[in-house]
T-cell receptor
Framework: KAGVTQTPRYLIKTRGQQVTLSCSPI?????VSWYQQTPGQGLQFLFEYFSETQRNKGNFPGRFSGRQFSNSRSEMNVSTLELGDSALYLCASSPDPVGGAETQYFGPGTRLLVL | GDSVTQMEGPVTLSEEAFLTINCTYT??????LFWYVQYPGEGLQLLLKATKADDKGSNKGFEATYRKETTSFHLEKGSVQVSDSAVYFCALSDPNNNDMRFGAGTRLTVKP
């Protein structure tokens, strides 16, 4: 099976712009989670989508949003970019964890640099 | 809320040395516990996991045992290799949702 894919792998934006990142989960996985990784804050949970609905949300401002399509592919959007948004954004997919936690499988990430 | 604390790095070892990376957790329920590894320039890869108390996860010579009494999940390897150089993350996942909490990560460097 193909792994989790994320596009683009690298991105450079300027402050105030917006950005959309894409994630294709492993075939058959219906849950997609997004994380932000920075040297200072480590790995932080952004949100999780399942069946096109946001099921969990981390503690990030409303500038961070996402969605999931019927084929389970997911996008996240960051509006009005700030310098502090520079990070590695990781997407992870897992099967529907009915009644139990499931392993998450991570993509290679999108490295975003905000100038 | 649930959280994970792991030993701070960096950790530098010589090849064939014994490795321990400590991890403790705080959780209200009965989480699943994981170790992930991140090689330079890559995403996270699952190394091993344990889903209930006293379970031992193992993979590629690495082991960790889910200790409920000490709320710990320490990672061990008997003989490290240069290729084990990476950042290791301890994590927990609440069985009621998919919100995975990660430790800060421990950078391991193995020298020949």
């Amino acid at each position: 099976k193909a792994g989790v894919t994320q596009t683009p792998r690298y991105l450079i934006k300027t402050r105030g712009q917006q950005v959309t990142l894409s994630c294709s989960p492993i075939s058959g996985h219906r849950s997609v989670s997004w994380y932000q990784q920075t040297p200072g804050q480590g790995l932080q949970f952004l949100f999780e989508y399942f069946s096109e609905t946001q099921r969990n949300k981390g503690n990030f401002p409303g500038r961070f949003s996402g969605r999931q399509f019927s084929n389970s592919r997911s996008e996240m959007n960051v509006s009005t970019l700030e310098l502090g948004d520079s990070a590695l954004y990781l997407c992870a997919s897992s099967p529907d964890p009915v009644g139990g936690a499931e392993t998450q499988y991570f993509g290679p990430g999108t490295r975003l640099l905000v100038l | 809320g649930d959280s994970v604390t792991q030993m701070e790095g960096p950790v530098t070892l010589s090849e064939e040395a014994f490795l321990t990376i400590n991890c403790t957790y705080t959780a209200t329920g009965y989480p699943s516990l994981f170790w992930y590894v991140q090689y330079p320039g890559e995403g996270l890869q699952l190394l091993l996991k344990a889903t209930k108390a006293d379970d031992k996860g193992s993979n590629k010579g690495f082991e960790a045992t889910y200790r409920k009494e000490t709320t710990s999940f320490h990672l061990e390897k008997g003989s490290v290799q240069v290729s084990d150089s990476a950042v290791y993350f301890c994590a927990l996942s609440d069985p009621n949702n998919n919100d995975m909490r990660f430790g800060a990560g421990t950078r391991l460097t193995v020298k020949p």
